[in-house]
């Protein structure tokens, strides 16, 4: 085959890929709009243990994964697998109650395709929460964290392969991937209702194994405050697509080297679902104010 066949070849893949891509998604856009046809002015993903703060909407309709063309599903405990459309401290909400993660064999394409939805449907902003270990030794389980920013130690980006120019940029900027004004926003509502609010830097890891002692000294010397292994894929993707992103995490157990003890999945959703409701009000109180952001 002469180069110019290969090329020809080559770019029939690539439009074959995007297409496929775009039709996969009108799909799962469609199946939704069937079910809830409002246009959320929010989107939220509910992390490992946090899937109670679906208790605060008022929720018009809840979309099982399953019943959405294209939509992986949730293997892992503690994450319910539906998408919620409703209300949400007075704004028009659609929230993933589970999320997907590389270490449950998934591509971070796949990972990543409900932002692409949140997106597709309307969404502008998007808050993102998960429970994580923290590495800062001032620092308690329980406390909540604000993301300033992000580490991303997978090994792998959901922007690798074609790029598809009406979603976002082949090369998008990540010189604030969390917006400063929700950030912002986020502190006084957590100073406004006495929620103790750190911020600092989240590193994704791929899991599923939790680290070693030689792996938290390394992650805390890279600047790392806590570690987890989510979020930074859909992040990439949001910034992709050109929404807000707002992050919070949940430190769940403290991953300091010399005084490490051993973590146990039902430990960590306890602690999680005990510090919910501050990170409950901290994002209620972000919703109530969005008028006000830029």
Same mark, same amino acid.
Not at 26 to 53: C, F, K, M
Not at 71 to 79: A, Y
Not at 242 to 269: K, N, W, Y
């Given at each position: 085959?002469?180069?110019?066949?290969?090329?020809?070849?080559?770019?029939?893949?690539?439009?074959?890929?995007?297409?496929?891509?775009?039709?996969?998604?009108?799909?799962?856009?469609?199946?939704?709009? *069937?079910?809830?046809?409002?246009?959320?002015?929010?989107?939220?993903?509910?992390?490992?243990?946090?899937?109670?703060?679906?208790?605060?909407?008022?929720?018009?309709?809840?979309?099982?994964?399953?019943?959405?063309?294209?939509?992986?599903?949730?293997?892992?405990?503690?994450?319910?697998?539906?998408?919620?459309?409703?209300?949400? *401290?007075?704004?028009?909400?659609?929230?993933?109650?589970?999320?997907?993660?590389?270490?449950?064999?998934?591509?971070?394409?796949?990972?990543?395709?409900?932002?692409?939805?949140?997106?597709?449907?309307?969404?502008?902003?998007?808050?993102?929460?998960?429970?994580?270990?923290?590495?800062?030794?001032?620092? *308690?389980?329980?406390?909540?964290?604000?993301?300033?920013?992000?580490?991303?130690?997978?090994?792998?980006?959901?922007?690798?392969?074609?790029?598809?120019?009406?979603?976002?940029?082949?090369?998008?900027?990540?010189?604030?991937?969390?917006?400063?004004?929700?950030?912002?926003?986020?502190?006084?509502?957590?100073?406004?209702?006495?929620?103790?609010?750190?911020?600092?830097?989240?590193?994704?890891? *791929?899991?599923?194994?939790?680290?070693?002692?030689?792996?938290?000294?390394?992650?805390?010397?890279?600047?790392?405050?806590?570690?987890?292994?989510?979020?930074?894929?859909?992040?990439?993707?949001?910034?992709?697509?050109?929404?807000?992103?707002?992050?919070?995490?949940?430190?769940?157990?403290?991953?300091?080297?010399?005084?490490?003890?051993?973590?146990?999945?039902?430990?960590?959703?306890?602690?999680?679902?005990?510090?919910?409701?501050?990170?409950?009000?901290?994002?209620?109180?972000?919703?109530?104010?969005?008028?006000?952001?830029?």
């Amino acid at each position: 085959m002469t180069a110019t066949g290969h090329e020809v070849v080559q770019g029939t893949e690539v439009s074959d890929a995007l297409a496929a891509g775009r039709a996969r998604l009108a799909a799962a856009v469609s199946a939704v709009r *069937a079910r809830w046809d409002a246009v959320p002015e929010a989107a939220v993903i509910l992390g490992t243990g946090l899937g109670g703060l679906a208790e605060r909407m008022t929720v018009d309709v809840a979309i099982p994964y399953d019943a959405i063309p294209g939509m992986p599903l949730s293997t892992v405990e503690s994450h319910a697998g539906r998408l919620l459309c409703g209300t949400l *401290a007075g704004r028009r909400v659609i929230a993933m109650q589970g999320r997907f993660h590389r270490y449950e064999g998934y591509a971070l394409a796949d990972v990543t395709f409900p932002v692409r939805l949140l997106r597709a449907l309307g969404a502008p902003t998007l808050v993102v929460s998960n429970a994580c270990g923290g590495m800062h030794p001032l620092w *308690a389980p329980g406390d909540l964290m604000l993301i300033a920013d992000h580490i991303n130690l997978i090994g792998d980006n959901p922007l690798v392969g074609p790029n598809d120019d009406a979603m976002g940029p082949r090369f998008p900027d990540m010189s604030e991937p969390y917006d400063a004004a929700l950030r912002t926003v986020a502190r006084e509502v957590a100073l406004a209702r006495g929620a103790t609010l750190r911020e600092g830097v989240y590193v994704a890891v *791929a899991g599923p194994n939790l680290e070693t002692r030689a792996e938290y000294r390394m992650l805390r010397a890279l600047g790392g405050d806590v570690v987890g292994m989510s979020t930074v894929p859909e992040v990439i993707v949001a910034r992709h697509a050109g929404m807000r992103v707002l992050g919070l995490s949940i430190i769940t157990d403290q991953c300091l080297p010399d005084a490490l003890e051993p973590a146990t999945v039902e430990q960590i959703i306890a602690v999680a679902r005990r510090a919910e409701p501050a990170l409950a009000d901290v994002v209620c109180g972000v919703l109530e104010r969005l008028e006000g952001t830029p």
